[in-house]
């Protein structure tokens, strides 16, 4: 992690960052392209910490948790111009959730590495 946090610091060129402003300004979204069925790609980019904290309170929902993982696919969904197209309704989701799950895991699977998700919230995605 901590080379992670230097290789982005030199990128930036300024250095270390020396006040919470400056920490506000370098926000951004990462992208990441996934192949799915068909030849198709589709892009994803990262959460926002309201978008996990959304995910994580639907994981501690029983009524909810079976669409925990439908939810964080329709929230990276993005255009090629880095804009979120997923629908996050209970209509959507539950469409989703009965999609093929090869493609549905490979977004998921993406997520995780994109937002530096770890095993265990891995895990308790694929037991909701």
């Not at 960052?17 to 992208?31: A, K, P, R, S, Y």
């Not at 994580?56 to 880095?82: H, I, N, Y």
């Amino acid at each position: 992690m901590a080379d992670e946090a230097t290789a982005v610091s030199q990128k930036n060129g300024n250095g270390k960052i020396t006040n919470f402003q400056e920490f506000l300004e370098t926000d951004g979204v990462d992208f990441l392209d996934i192949p799915v069925r068909g030849g198709k790609i589709v892009t994803i980019g990262s959460l926002t910490g309201v978008e996990w904290a959304q995910w994580t309170e639907m994981r501690e929902d029983p009524q909810r948790r079976k669409l925990s993982g439908a939810f964080l696919v329709a929230k990276s969904l993005v255009d090629d111009k880095g804009n979120r197209i997923g629908d996050d309704s209970d209509a959507s989701l539950q469409r989703l959730v009965h999609r093929n799950v090869k493609d549905t895991e490979a977004i998921l699977r993406g997520v995780f590495k994109l937002n530096g998700i770890g095993p265990s919230a891995e895990i308790a995605a694929k037991n909701a």
